[in-house]
């Protein structure tokens, strides 16, 4: 039977972390065992709890990664989840990937954030829905997904039509996965399907991102403070809000 589509996450980990266009506030080994604590609180869990797991992870890292981070990192794959490194000239998003006569869908999710159980699950029931009706490339997006202050374990709901985690629908004959673009970049006359009946994303704010974000003015971004979250709130998106680390 041949396969109405393909999916696959993908997660960007430490590409460029140690060149000097880095952005990153730590030095490179003090940022990655912050970053991997924040990955097996949040992000890890969240995609192991997904109700639907008819999807493929594939995580980037950057070719530079000591050994002992990449043992770590591998210690922690599961199942539908790969390793993969730049490739000079290629793709490596779509190493292995065969082209064919299907939909490819890549999901965009950074290695501090989480979604919803029933993320995967919402997108491929809205791809089924919407398939014949839109014209490929087109583009799913969750406007809606919570903000977590994990140092004042707290949060909010949050509007944000061009958060990261945008999902891409595309021709598996040639795609090109969602990371040919900026989340926020995503061309204008490229089809959004929103998807808008809950939170679905869930992004965190710590000491080394954007931790002002939540008082940053932003005319396309909407919190609600009259929706409060709580540690208990995270449970929804895999998370053990008893396990937090710090922030």
Same mark, same amino acid.
């Given at each position: 039977?041949? +396969? ?77 989840? +790969? ?33 919803? @159980? ?14 014949? +009706? ?47 673009? @900026? ?65």
């Amino acid at each position: 039977m041949t +396969k109405l589509f393909q999916h696959l996450i993908l997660t960007r980990f430490n590409v460029d972390l140690y060149g000097p266009k880095t952005k990153a506030r730590l030095e490179p080994n003090a940022w990655m065992e912050h970053r991997l604590r924040l990955f097996e609180a949040f992000t890890l869990p969240s995609i192991a709890a997904q109700s639907c797991q008819d999807f493929a992870w594939r995580i980037m890292m950057d070719s530079r990664t000591a050994d002992a981070h990449v043992q770590t990192m591998e210690r922690l794959c599961q199942t539908n989840m +790969k390793l993969i490194f730049p490739v000079r000239g290629a793709n490596a998003w779509l190493s292995g990937v065969e082209p064919g006569a299907y939909d490819l869908l890549t999901t965009r999710i950074d290695n501090d954030d989480a979604f919803h @159980r029933d993320a995967v699950a919402a997108l491929h029931e809205t791809y089924r829905q919407n398939r014949k +009706k839109l014209a490929r490339p087109w583009v799913m997006v969750f406007p809606f997904g919570m903000i977590f202050d994990l140092g004042a374990r707290r949060g909010w709901l949050m509007e944000y039509w061009y958060n990261n985690c945008p999902t891409l629908v595309e021709d598996g004959q040639a795609p090109q996965t969602i990371w040919q673009w @900026r989340h926020n970049q995503i061309p204008a006359d490229v089809p959004r399907c929103p998807i808008k009946d809950i939170p679905y994303w869930l992004q965190v704010i710590h000491e080394q991102n954007l931790r002002n974000a939540i008082e940053s003015p932003n005319a396309l971004r909407k919190i609600h403070k009259e929706v409060p979250m709580q540690p208990k709130h995270l449970a929804p998106f895999g998370v053990d809000p008893e396990r937090l680390p710090a922030a």
